[in-house]
């Protein structure tokens, strides 16, 4: 890193501050000593300026519609790498040669099931229950069960507990999806890729045999590398923020999926199919612009617009391309796809999209694919979640690995009453 300064001028006192240069993208001011200096804090809701932590697994660049793992352009291991080589690379830093790699997969692919005794958890659930609330419950549960790899200190037990997770949210998912439609659950199977056995546990039944068509399970493994790691978003902060107290690794992970589920961040997904489905034509997407135009509206185009992205987002053309790729192999015509296409096109003409910089983002057409598939919509961001576990817990080991780590403790602007005196409750 090197070290240069920035002058803050507080009420006439100037004060230096270091600029750390990352390896690529913008510098950041040290500002750690500045409330012990000035006794001000800084304040930044949303922290849309405010760099949490260093890492070395993530890069974007939202100007330019830029993605890299670990250096790694998105594009380039979505099409050509495998999920299980994107969480190796996540977790490890380098691209598995191939005994690494069959040894990382065969640990992940040893560890699938889950105890028996987690299964009856799920009779706790009403059948209607929202999947995202059964993971919520069941990945917390976790915690519970798996003693022997708590110790947050030990970088054995870290790597265990990574090893665990990645491994049992394809089961606890399917395991959800199962419940939800009242069908058995379904034991993982060691011959299976990872994306094949979790296609397999979540759509095979007792009564006959499910073929694994190729083509899906090409799709879902590209949209697991898609979403498996994504910096510090939302539920990655929540997840480095619970952690950093030395919490059980399975309850923070639960943390990061109760974030995840909310409609602005993973459970776009969801919402964003359910309106392509209600605007259901392309003949009434005007009245959705006008709407998502009006200041007293509330709706927003779901699936459009990022945090960083002021570009497109490098993820939608993959899964716009494999959109079509899908139904087109799968023999589906699907309206719902022609109504996206065309709100995009309509969209990213229009002034107020072009003004704010909105393009469509990862989720515009994660659900055209996933219903393809055969998916539910509540199962979207349940599917989310199975994947940006490795990114999770990646960026957990990251943290805790880090000598830099301290309990995270925003501060803030207190514009509540001053002091004032307790007046009992007959005088008031
Ligand atoms: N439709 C209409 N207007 C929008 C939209 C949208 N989808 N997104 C942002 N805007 C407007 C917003 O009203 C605001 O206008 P103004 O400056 O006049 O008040 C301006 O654009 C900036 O919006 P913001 O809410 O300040 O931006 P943000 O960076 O805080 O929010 C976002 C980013 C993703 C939450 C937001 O764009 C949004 O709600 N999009 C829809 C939900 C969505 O698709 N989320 C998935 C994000 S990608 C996957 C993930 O991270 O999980």
């Given at each position: 890193?090197a ?25 950041v ?12 804090f ?55 040669g ?10 992940i ?16 659930f ?55 439609v ?10 299976l ?6 296609l397999?546990?979540?759509?095979s ?22 979403h498996a ?16 107290s ?25 919402a ?63 309206p719902?796809?022609?109504?996206a ?28 694919i ?48 001053t002091m ?9």
């Open positions: 890193m070290d240069n300064s920035a002058k803050i001028d507080i009420n006439g006192t100037a004060q230096d501050y270091g600029i750390i240069d990352g390896s690529v993208g913008p510098q001011v040290d500002i750690r000593k500045f409330y012990a200096n000035t006794d001000m800084t304040y930044d809701p949303g922290f849309t300026s405010t760099a949490s932590c260093e890492s070395g697994l993530t890069y974007i660049d939202g100007d330019q519609g830029i993605l890299l793992h670990r250096g790694y352009p998105i594009d380039q291991l979505a099409e050509q790498s495998s999920f299980m080589e994107v969480a190796y690379l996540l977790l490890n830093g380098e691209l598995p191939k005994n690494d790699l069959d040894t990382f997969t065969n640990t692919t040893r560890h699938t099931m889950v105890h028996e005794q987690l299964s009856t958890f799920y009779r706790g009403r059948r209607d229950a929202h999947p995202m609330a059964i993971m919520c419950g069941v990945v917390g549960a976790l915690s519970s069960f798996y003693h022997d790899s708590t110790d947050i200190n030990d970088p054995v037990q870290r790597r265990i507990a990574s090893h665990r997770l990645i491994a049992k949210m394809p089961t606890i998912a399917a395991m959800a999806y199962k419940y939800s009242g069908q058995p659950f379904v034991y993982p199977r060691n011959d890729s990872y994306t094949g056995n979790f397999n546990m979540t759509f039944v007792p009564a006959e045999e499910y073929h694994l068509d190729p083509v899906i399970v090409d799709a879902m493994d590209k949209i697991f590398i898609l790691d994504h910096e510090q978003n939302a539920s990655t902060s929540t997840v480095r923020l619970a952690g950093s030395g919490a059980n690794p399975f309850a923070c992970i639960a943390a990061g999926i109760a974030c995840l589920w909310g409609p602005a961040h993973g459970g776009a997904n969801e964003a199919l359910n309106m392509l489905r209600e605007i259901g034509t392309p003949d009434r997407i005007p009245e959705y612009i006008a709407r998502a135009k009006d200041k007293n509206d509330p709706f927003r185009l779901m699936g459009f617009g990022h945090r960083v992205y002021k570009n497109f987002d490098p993820r939608a053309k993959v899964l716009s391309k494999a959109a079509t790729d899908v139904l087109d192999k799968l023999g589906i015509s699907d719902v796809l022609d109504t296409r065309e709100l995009e096109q309509i969209a990213l003409k229009d002034d107020y999209f072009v003004e704010k910089k909105l393009y469509p983002n990862v989720d515009f057409y994660s659900g055209v996933l219903s393809a598939i055969g998916f539910p919509t509540e199962m979207f961001t349940v599917l989310f979640a199975l994947a940006r576990t490795v990114g999770w817990v990646a960026q957990w080991n990251e943290m805790i690995s880090d000598p830099a780590q301290r309990i995270g403790r925003p501060r803030q602007l207190y514009t509540g009453p004032r005196d307790y007046v009992p409750v007959d005088k008031r």
